[in-house]
């Protein structure tokens, strides 16, 4: 049964830093697709980043340069780093895999972590 398990939300002022780690459970991480995603009070839900099974990495316009993805393959557990945090940053967050990188949609998701940005 695969798991992903989220944590290092929380409250941060803006200018703020936070790392989300997202520990996955019956499902190797290496070599997989995997992306962030946030969904904020009445919003759609938008990705963040992604990265891929070479490790190749994409972002959202509104995050780039501030926000990286990572793998620690040994940890088996995907990184959201966020820094310069913004107000408009605040939503929960998810973390997503994919059984297959060649699906067009994420099919395993985690719980998500709450972020709470203040100006």
């Known amino acids: 049964q695969v798991q992903l398990v989220e944590s290092g939300g929380g409250s941060v002022q803006a200018g703020g830093s936070l790392r989300l780690s997202c520990a996955a459970s019956g499902y190797t991480i290496t070599y997989r697709c995997m992306g962030w995603f946030r969904q904020a009070p009445g919003k759609e839900r938008e990705g963040v980043a992604r990265i891929d099974n070479r490790g190749t990495t994409t972002y959202a316009d509104s995050v780039k340069g501030r926000f990286t993805i990572s793998k620690d393959n040994v940890k088996n557990t995907l990184y959201l780093e966020m820094n310069t945090l913004k107000p408009e940053d605040t939503a929960m967050y998810y973390c997503?895999?994919?059984?297959?990188?060649?699906?067009?949609?994420?099919?395993?998701w985690g719980q998500g972590t709450q972020v709470t940005v203040s100006s």
């Open positions: 997503a895999a994919k059984t297959y990188c060649s699906m067009s949609a994420y099919n395993y």
